[in-house]
């Protein structure tokens, strides 16, 4: 078990969420002191959190979450995240790492890439890049400010609880996120399935890549 340096809630505030759909619940947004890669990292509170509760960790996705891009499937995933984790109870950690940590103009430039044929993880290794850059160092301090030491994780990526287990957080179960596909992600989709192991019905992403 790795320990990770401590880090306190800094405020908390509570916020009406509506999404274009018409889906609306209020939250508690906590911002934090100390977080080890001083980005501005923020937890989402939903519903009420038992002792066992649900948490996601979602990267930020500029192009997905409010621009809507049809390329990745992070805006549907957070929607559904947060309404999952209102109904049972839990907290969204909403993570400053766009593009799996290569930042937006990186993200950019991969999308160009990928234009040319290359898959996603292909493409961040063209760039002299990772191809995933994501540290969950500063998740696991907010998940321990929050009180938070055992938890169901919503993820399809078994990743993030790898190293959620290794900077010493229970991770009791492993809850797949819905599939969210277009005609523009299904190969980005698969590359995750096939590159990074995430839990995704791979039949059903070949056979709709076909139509």
Known sequence: MSEHPAATTRSRVRVPLRFQDGYSVDADLVTFHGLTDGQEHVAVVLGDPGPVPLVRLHSECLTGDVFGSARCDCGPQLREA??????????????????????????????????????????NAALGLPEDARDYTAAAQMLTALGIGELDLLSNNPDKAAQLRDLGIAVRDRVPTGVFTTAHNVRYLRAKVLQTQHTLPLGELTERSAV
Request: hydrophobic content about 40%.
């Open 82 to 123: 947060v309404e999952r984790i209102a109904e049972r109870g839990g907290v969204l950690l909403y993570l400053r790492q766009e593009g799996r940590g290569i930042g937006l103009y990186n993200k950019l430039d991969a999308y160009a890439l990928q234009d040319q044929g290359l898959d996603t993880y292909a493409a």
